[in-house]
């Protein structure tokens, strides 16, 4: 199992970049670290994928460095619809494509 | 493009009863997973079907929960009888079929949120 550890909160003021780190170990060579946001009331929604150095779409930024046993979150310039909860997820096992969540970090976006 | 639909969307029951939840997945989607998330905890998968067949339920209490996806589509989740701590939200998700450890995205309902007294 790849188990993830993130922080369990984090607040941030409106209009700053947030970065949220998560540590994994046992991540095999080609599985992917997976990002999901979820809001209140509503089931979990994909954000970003990756398995090494930078991604980046129109919500967010994966950082991975080279020995993968790390990943960061980045959001740029928060606003406060950001506040929610964010999984980091790693394969169930090496090799394995089913997802295990966490508890996930719940950012409190402050105006 | 139309996301997953869950019905109902609440639920309330007493201990004991039986209760069922109803899934309808993203057109195309081979698998199809059950999720359950309890009140300030990650959701906690449950069983995955690919098509109409499991792939994984060694999460799901089996003597009172079942599920079925016939024609491999809809699906159902089923419990019976539902007990104090069956209280959550039970999400569906869905997603094509994946390749191990490869990129893979699923697309959840809103989920359903069953209190049981």
């Known amino acids: 199992l790849a188990k993830t550890t993130q922080p369990i909160s984090m607040d941030s003021y409106e209009g700053q970049e947030v970065n949220i780190t998560c540590s994994h170990n046992?991540?095999?060579?080609?599985?992917?670290i997976t990002w999901y946001q979820q809001f209140p009331s509503q089931g979990p929604r994909f954000i970003i994928q990756?398995?090494?150095t930078k991604v980046t779409n129109e919500v967010a930024s994966l950082f991975i460095p080279a020995d993968r046993k790390s990943s960061t979150l980045s959001l740029p310039r928060v606003s406060l619809s950001d506040t929610a909860v964010y999984y980091c997820?790693?394969?169930?096992?090496?090799?394995?494509?089913?997802?295990?969540f966490g508890k996930g970090t719940k950012l409190s976006v402050i105006p | 493009e139309a996301g997953v639909a869950q019905s109902p969307r609440y639920k309330i029951i007493e201990k004991r009863q039986s209760v069922a939840f109803w899934c309808n997945p993203i057109?195309?989607?081979?698998?199809l997973y059950w999720y359950q998330q309890i009140l300030g905890q990650g959701p906690k998968l449950l069983i995955q079907?690919?098509?109409?067949?499991?792939?994984?339920d060694s999460q799901l209490p089996k003597d009172r929960f079942s599920a079925e996806r016939l024609k491999g589509v809809d699906s159902t989740l089923k419990i019976q009888p539902a007990k104090l701590e069956d209280s959550a939200v039970y999400l569906c998700?869905?997603?094509?079929?994946?390749?191990?450890?490869?990129?893979?995205?699923?697309?959840f309902g809103p989920g359903t949120r069953l209190t049981v007294t």
């Open positions: 998700a869905s997603s094509l079929s994946p390749s191990a450890g490869g990129p893979h995205e699923q697309y």
């Open positions: 046992n991540i095999a060579t080609n599985d992917y």
């Open positions: 990756g398995y090494k």
């Open positions: 997820l790693g394969p169930q096992g090496a090799g394995s494509y089913q997802l295990t």
């Open positions: 057109s195309g989607h081979a698998t």
């Open positions: 079907f690919q098509n109409n067949g499991v792939v994984d």
